[in-house]
T-cell receptor
Framework: DQQVKQNSPSLSVQEGRISILNCDYT??????FLWYKKYPAEGPTFLIS?????DKNEDGRFTVFLNKSAKHLSLHIVPSQPGDSAVYFC????????????FGGGTRVLVKP | GAGVSQSPSNKVTEKGKDVELRCDPI?????LYWYRQSLGQGLEFLIY????????KSGLPSDRFSAERTGGSVSTLTIQRTQQEDSAVYLC??????????????FGAGTRLSVL
């Protein structure tokens, strides 16, 4: 049973436009959410996170929105740049279970120049 | 400073052989995690070490998998009698794991294991 789902395996966007990546979760115990970016042959690198007590967190071109009632979060990248082309993973943790992360399956983003 | 280091970067082995994968966490990080990523999938939690506490082994898929962390630093993941379904990228992460805080995990580049 997948507790974190990224239903779009891929996304193509024009440079300069907005990229919107979506993530859904089922476990109501999750209280912290993260987005990681992964290039081929490299480990995931942390992008941005949000606590369940917030509904928005912004860091430069990256904004994460959390809708707890819908158990849904999204990552907005604006403006998108060619260097943003990578696989993006949504991850979640539950405080009672320590810091181990449950990951979604990833969304491959291609930013076209 | 140095990031999380994993070795080897690639490992090809024959079915039935044992393998050992190594992880050097970021200096000073008390928490260490192992995950694996099968082809086209997300990362799957395997095991978590936190300081001197007993490890959380809840993600290990079978008793062929084991891990240890010596001296609170380097960790070794051992897979005995490897099977073809063990083929995956094995990723190690570490974090400061401050009590009561949410901690970002920093990942190594992984070990790509291929079982023939």
């Amino acid at each position: 049973d997948q507790q974190v789902k990224q239903n779009s395996p891929s996304l193509s966007v024009q440079e300069g436009r907005i990229s919107i990546l979506n993530c859904d979760y089922t476990n109501s115990m999750f209280d912290y959410f993260l987005w990681y970016k992964k290039y081929p042959a490299e480990g995931p690198t942390f992008l941005i996170s949000i606590s369940s007590i917030k509904d928005k967190n912004e860091d430069g071109r990256f904004t994460v929105f959390l809708n707890k009632s819908a158990k849904h979060l999204s990552l907005h990248i604006v403006p998108s740049q060619p260097g943003d082309s990578a696989v993006y993973f949504c991850a979640a943790s539950a405080g009672a279970a320590g810091n181990k992360l449950t990951f979604g399956g990833g969304t491959r983003v291609l930013v076209k120049p | 400073g140095a990031g999380v280091s994993q070795s080897p970067s690639n490992k090809v082995t024959e079915k039935g052989k044992d393998v050992e994968l190594r992880c050097d966490p970021i200096s000073g990080h008390t928490a260490l995690y192992w995950y694996r990523q099968s082809l086209g999938q997300g990362l799957e939690f395997l095991i978590y070490f936190q300081g001197n506490s007993a490890p959380d082994k809840s993600g290990l898929p079978s008793d062929r998998f084991s891990a240890e962390r010596t001296g609170g630093s380097v960790s070794t993941l051992t897979i005995q009698r490897t099977q073809q379904e063990d083929s995956a990228v094995y990723l190690c992460a570490s974090s400061t794991d401050r009590v009561g805080a949410k901690n970002i995990q920093y990942f190594g580049a992984g070990t790509r294991l291929s079982v023939l």
